[in-house]
């Protein structure tokens, strides 16, 4: 400490009392300020300039800077540069978030925002109206740009979504029976004709080599004869096995369900869609002999990414976490192929084939919430008693969304 | 006169008051861990950072393995990498690297042993926040090293870890990495701060700003970065911490959609101000990363070519300028996300400036070398050796400095070949050649120059093998962290064999590490045995102090200093040097 | 040898070590709340719409207790008073010493000499001092305490309301900006208890029976334990050995004389004057910041 405080400080102690006084004056101004409307921009810069009065009272009288030496002050004036440049990321950032910058951009720019907010408001209805029988709306997406965030339009459309985490969480060993639930689902409407791949796999020999009978036909909607549908999955949501644990190993050596394998041939994926228990293994071959990589992409197991070059006739790999959804799995080289995989925590699932039937097994006596599910036709659901040693028929009927 | 009368008045205080300044019977703990000698927690930063650089070089030399042969088992270890793996490698490689090798090494050891002896200080100006500086970056390095044992293993995102990606990793890596990177912060600030207060507060009498050595004048311009621009970082990690931990959607943007599932958040953040945040402390960092490069080299040059610093002053000025500009050049690592022409421009022009510093640095010291009678040891061949290499590095940075050849070179392996040549054959080459300059002054013994030589040549060549082939890959459009090195793209077919040159290149330079390992231990205690002031130098640490200098007080007493820190040659001298502490009368 | 301008200030800085050190630091903390600072900025200008502070939920607001804060504003200004009072008493007393001592030693007039030492001997003035010292700081730690009591007790409010950061940006930064304060609070609660009391006095005092009392019944009663569930005479000893390892490597007496608290006040009293004006400084700075946080969370109109 430097000499002659003594003066200084004894006489300092009556200037702190009326610094303690002008800042209580000053913090009641600033509150009473704040009833005034002085607009937006106004309020901020009253607010920010009783404020920094009141700061630099302190850092004067509190902190002495009024009687600290320059070295100090060399050090905060380089500070201050610093944080203004700082603050200024956010101008900086700002501007970034409009990238075009002539006035007809501007405005190219604003009209498609607009237009993105009147889709979100007709989703919104749209929503709403589906919303008793489609609570659990798989392929929902988000609109691009809305301004309310996922958050809060989760809690609007699906209120009843907070409490589901805590329905069914009891555990236990596995439990089966023999009853079976057994149906046919079908397609109503006009049948959409599905295009030919033919044109983007011509790039490929690879790929259009495989069709030289057949065209390629995209596989997302298949309708079989009789307007069955096929590639649908249905598994059971509620009931009794719900919440028990299975295990996938136990389950494939007592042959309640069949080894995993996802082909790829002529381009395409087969199955389209695989159905699996988590923590079994997945057999991914490479029939067709040319570069392939398959990219699955879960929401909860890591992202999987694996090149096949045409030598790699095979790979084996495990999703160990079960996924509430099945999630896309797709080929990075030929953009068309895509397919879905489900991984589920238990064995209860049956996939249809072109005749639409479906049959789940080994089920205990009990009352069960069915789910189908379609990639592009969304999911339905129905309740079905079940006792045991009966079989009880459920029947799903999708039309075009 | 106030504080002698004083300790008049309270004689019988005086001995507790000394109680604490004297060391002499310290424990084994006292001693060898919680030591507040600046000398301790030098070495202390020195083993801790060398072990950090080594682990980082094992992880990517097994990343080299992948890239060199995908998907083949790896030697020893028996299995192939998985590309989540690789990515975690990488990530990790980088943060080591960084955040717990190079710079520990380069500011919490050389800057902790040397900076205070070469001022003339008796220790650090406060000893217990260093110590405390060392075992806060220790506690950050475990729980980065937890990190690989936890499920899921560490951080993925890459070392920027730019959300929404590291916000929605899976597993706790990312937590992890965030919480370490607050406690390498939090120790960054400490020892800056310390290091700042040492060389302004504590310099010997008559050693003004003018007559520090450029090295000192390196550490400080690097603390005063740290000190800055290392917090906006630490709000950043605090800021993504809460987003993955509480749910917020500080980095969220609106209608974020993963995976088909659009993401449970509030959204209404911006990605882009993490990269601002980001960034606006790693352009100083990389700055951080080659200033004590450059005071090292600096200092080597001037003792081996037996001549003064050509142009101390432009040096100087050079430096602290470099210092300042870094701190508005930093969104040129951000022009792929599409910012407005008036702020591209902007960078663009400040990054252009920046350059200019640097060049003056790099040129005063080749012109250093104009006419001196160079030796050419180990240290001088590393400090030369840093030459030409941090110039390839600066250089390739330009066109990344521009906007429109940095958006078709960004994110290739054309970054990772400049900023490595800046880095490693450039600031790991100064750090070389700095463990060999002051390992004498540390130890009291030489490391063996042959195996140095041996060393020095071997890693030059590899240097140059492993990272000169990242160019070509990079202007063929090879995109970085790709875990099968860009096996199924096309237009990566022609140059897939670099690959494979560039992981014999770093087997080749782990190779000639050992000779340097060997050296390194061996010297310790078998090397020849060296003066107080082997290589001749005109500077404090190597006049003033023996070697290994005094513990706790490192002088017998206080030097002053007369002189500038480069008096090589003087005329009418019976010896090539002048110490700094020489006293002007006996010039006559 | 002693490490330079601990004390004094060194001529050509005007300065101390630690007041440059704690300047230092707090450049490093403006940056700190510089990046949340313009982190808010940023949000605010981005979003579409922003809750004003002061407004009730029920009508869009964010429902923030302006009283409250401004109670708190009120406490936090108070203790800054307290802090520089508690300094400032530190220093007349000591500069008062100073200048008797300085009396002293001019053997002018022997009767003035008399009277001032009757009248007020360094000693008592260096106690008394201490006395006020420790008043102003046991108020100061006072109103830190309230104010985390004030704070607690809006946050339990929110969250009880089904209120979290993650509900709307604007509690996220709220949340993260005076969640950080009041860390920087408890820093300095922390710090300003450390200066209150004679800790090396009371922890040798106590220490003594924690060490030599408390531990070893507590590690007895672990080996007994371990024992008896068959644990093994291993790993039984091993505790015990820890313990004698501790006590031979004298940890404790490291531990307990490197923290004098305000016991440096008898030891080297301008250096404790010096270590108050830093832990001032850092206080003063929380205050300049909740200055800052107070109008821009609580008083700003949304939009």
């Known amino acids: 400490m430097s000499e002659g405080h003594i003066h200084d400080v004894s006489q300092d102690v009556k200037k702190y009392l009326y610094v303690f006084l002008a800042l209580a004056v000053l913090t009641v101004v600033t509150v009473g300020i704040s009833y005034i409307d002085f607009g937006l921009s106004g309020s901020i810069v009253v607010a920010l300039i009783v404020a920094t009065v009141k700061g630099s009272l302190v850092a004067f009288y509190f902190m002495h800077l009024n009687h600290e030496k320059k070295s100090i002050y060399q050090l905060l004036g380089l500070t201050a540069v610093c944080f203004l440049i700082l603050v200024f990321i956010a101008l900086g950032a700002t501007s970034n978030k409009h990238p075009y910058h002539d006035n007809e951009d501007e405005h190219r720019f604003q009209k498609e925002y607009n237009e993105s907010l009147t889709h979100l408001h007709e989703h919104e209805q749209h929503e709403e109206v589906h919303e008793q029988d489609n609570a659990h709306s798989s392929d929902f997406t988000a609109p691009v740009g809305s301004p309310i965030g996922a958050y809060w339009r989760n809690k609007v459309f699906n209120p009843q979504q907070d409490g589901d985490g805590t329905s069914d969480t009891s555990s236990g060993d596995a439990i089966y029976g023999t009853s079976v639930i057994s149906g046919l689902v079908t397609f109503e409407g006009k049948i959409p004709r599905m295009k030919s791949l033919m044109e983007e796999m011509s790039a490929d020999i690879g790929c259009y080599g495989k069709y030289t009978t057949t065209d390629p036909i995209s596989d997302t909607v298949v309708v079989g004869p009789s307007n069955t549908l096929a590639n649908v999955l249905v598994r059971i949501t509620e009931g009794p096995p719900i919440g028990r644990a299975y295990k996938a190993t136990d389950e494939i050596s007592a042959g309640r369900i069949q080894v995993a394998i996802l082909d790829q041939y002529g381009c395409m994926y087969k199955p389209h869609i695989l159905a699996v228990m988590a923590g079994q293994e997945i057999t991914i071959k490479n029939s067709d002999g040319i570069m392939h990589n398959v990219h699955a992409i879960p929401t909860i197991n890591s992202e999987f990414n694996k090149a096949m070059p045409k030598m790699t006739k095979k790979i084996d790999y495990t999703f160990q976490e079960e996924e509430q959804d099945p999630f896309p799995i797709k080929c990075d080289v030929h953009p068309w192929m895509g397919g879905y995989v489900s991984v589920l925590p238990h064995p209860f699932f049956s996939l249809t084939a072109l005749n639409g039937k479906f049959e789940i097994k080994n089920l205990p006596a009990g009352t069960y919430l069915l789910e189908a599910w379609h990639e592009k036709l969304g999911s339905l659901t129905s309740t079905v008693e079940v006792r045991e040693g009966e079989i009880s028929e459920s029947n799903f009927s999708f039309s075009k969304l | 006169m106030e504080h002698q009368n004083d300790s008049n008045l309270h004689q019988s205080h005086e001995k507790d008051d000394h109680h604490e300044d004297h060391h002499h019977d310290e424990g084994f703990w006292r001693k060898y861990f919680f030591s507040v000698d600046h000398k301790t927690i030098g070495i202390q930063y020195g083993i801790t950072s060398l072990l950090f650089l080594f682990l980082g070089f094992v992880l990517m030399m097994l990343m080299r393995w992948q890239l060199a042969f995908p998907d083949n088992p790896i030697p020893i270890i028996g299995a192939a990498m998985s590309s989540e793996v690789y990515n975690q490698f990488g990530a990790m490689h980088g943060t080591i690297m960084i955040f717990l090798g190079v710079v520990p090494l380069g500011v919490g050891a050389f800057g902790n042993y040397i900076v205070p002896i070469q001022v003339g200080a008796p220790d650090m100006a406060f000893p217990r926040l260093n110590m405390a500086s060392y075992w806060v970056y220790f506690v950050g390095g475990l729980i980065m090293l937890i990190s690989f044992f936890i499920p899921l293993g560490p951080a993925q995102s890459g070392w920027t870890s730019y959300p929404p990606l590291s916000n929605i990793a899976a597993g706790h890596g990312q937590d992890f990495w965030l919480i370490g990177m607050v406690f390498l912060i939090t120790s960054s600030l400490l020892g800056s701060a310390n290091i700042i207060v040492t060389i302004i507060q504590l310099r010997a009498p008559g050693l003004s700003f003018m007559r520090l050595p450029f090295f000192v004048w390196a550490q400080l311009v690097t603390s005063f970065l740290l000190l800055l621009a290392f917090p906006p970082l630490e709000a950043a990690g605090i800021l993504q911490l809460m987003d993955r931990l509480a749910g917020t959607s500080f980095f969220m943007p609106t209608g974020l959609v993963v995976s088909g599932q659009p993401v449970d958040v509030a959204g209404g953040g911006s990605p882009i101000l993490w990269q601002h945040l980001f960034w606006f402390l790693a352009h100083p960092e990389v700055y951080v990363l080659i200033l004590p490069a450059m005071g090292i080299v600096g200092e080597i040059i001037a003792n081996n070519t037996r001549k003064p610093l050509w142009g101390y002053n432009s040096l100087v000025y050079a430096a602290i300028f470099l210092g300042f500009m870094s701190f508005i050049v930093w969104a040129h690592h951000m022009y792929l996300t599409g910012m407005g022409t008036a702020i591209s421009a902007f960078f663009q022009t400040t990054t252009m400036i920046i350059s200019i510093p640097s060049v003056v640095i790099l040129t005063a010291f080749m012109i250093s070398l104009w006419g001196g009678s160079i030796r050419f040891n180990t240290p001088m061949l590393f400090a030369l050796a840093f030459l030409p290499m941090f110039g390839i590095g600066g250089l390739t940075g330009l066109p990344l400095g521009l906007n429109t050849s940095d958006i078709p070179l960004h994110d290739t392996y054309y970054v990772i070949g400049h900023f490595h040549y800046v880095v490693a054959p450039g600031t790991i080459f100064a750090l070389f050649a700095g463990i060999y300059y002051w390992f004498p002054k540390i130890t009291g013994r030489r490391m063996d120059e042959g195996l140095g030589k041996i060393h020095f040549f071997g890693s030059f060549v590899a240097m140059n093998v492993v990272f000169m082939p990242m160019f070509i890959q990079g202007l063929a459009g090879v995109s970085r962290r790709l875990a099968d090195g860009g096996l199924t793209y096309a237009h990566a077919q022609d140059v897939l064999v670099w690959n494979q040159v560039t992981s014999f290149g770093a087997w080749g330079l782990a190779i000639f590490q050992l000779p340097f390992i060997f050296n390194f231990f061996s010297s310790i205690w078998w090397g020849e045995e060296a003066k107080d002031n082997v290589w001749q130098a005109t500077t404090l640490e190597w006049t003033a102090a023996p070697s290994p200098p005094l513990p706790h007080m490192n002088f017998a007493e206080i030097p002053e200093v007369f002189r500038g820190p480069y008096e090589y040659s003087l005329p009418g001298m019976d010896e090539d040097f002048t110490p700094q502490n020489q006293a002007l009368e006996l010039e006559a | ?303």
């Open chain 3, 1 to 303: 040898m002693q490490i330079p301008y601990t004390v004094e200030s060194r001529p050509d800085t005007g300065v101390y070590n630690g007041k440059m050190g704690i300047w230092l630091f707090l450049a490093s903390e403006v940056m700190l709340f510089g990046g949340l600072f313009s982190t808010y900025i940023l949000l605010r200008t981005g979003a579409v719409s922003w809750l004003e502070g002061s407004v009730p939920v029920e009508q869009g607001g964010a429902g923030l207790n302006v009283p409250l804060a401004t109670f708190n504003t009120f406490i936090l200004i108070a203790s800054s008073v307290t802090i520089v009072m508690a300094w400032a008493s530190l220093a007349i007393g000591r500069a008062r010493e100073k200048e008797i001592a300085h009396l002293e030693l001019e053997p002018k007039d022997i009767q003035e000499r008399i009277t001032v030492s009757a009248l007020s001997n360094p000693q008592k003035i260096r106690a008394e001092s201490l006395k006020k010292f420790q008043f102003y700081m046991g108020l100061t730690i006072l109103f830190s305490l309230l104010f985390l009591v004030a704070k607690a007790y809006e946050y339990n409010y929110k969250f009880s309301h089904g209120i979290y950061p993650k509900t709307h940006n604007f509690y996220a930064i709220y949340f993260t900006l005076t969640g950080l304060h009041g860390l920087h609070i408890i820093g300095g609660v922390l710090v300003n208890g450390y200066f209150l009391l004679p800790w090396k006095t009371l922890l040798t005092r106590f220490w003594v029976i924690i060490y030599y009392l408390i531990i070893p019944v507590v590690l007895i009663a672990l080996c007994a334990f371990l024992i008896y569930s068959g644990s093994g005479v291993i790993f039984a000893i091993s505790p015990i050995i820890l313990y004698i390892f501790l006590l031979v490597s004298g940890l404790v007496k490291t531990f307990v004389s490197a923290i004098p608290g305000c016991q440096m006040w008898e030891t080297e009293p301008d250096r404790f004057i010096n270590r108050i004006e830093c832990a001032g400084l850092y206080w003063h700075f929380v205050d300049l910041v909740w200055i800052f946080l107070f109008p821009v969370l609580y008083l700003l109109p949304g939009s």
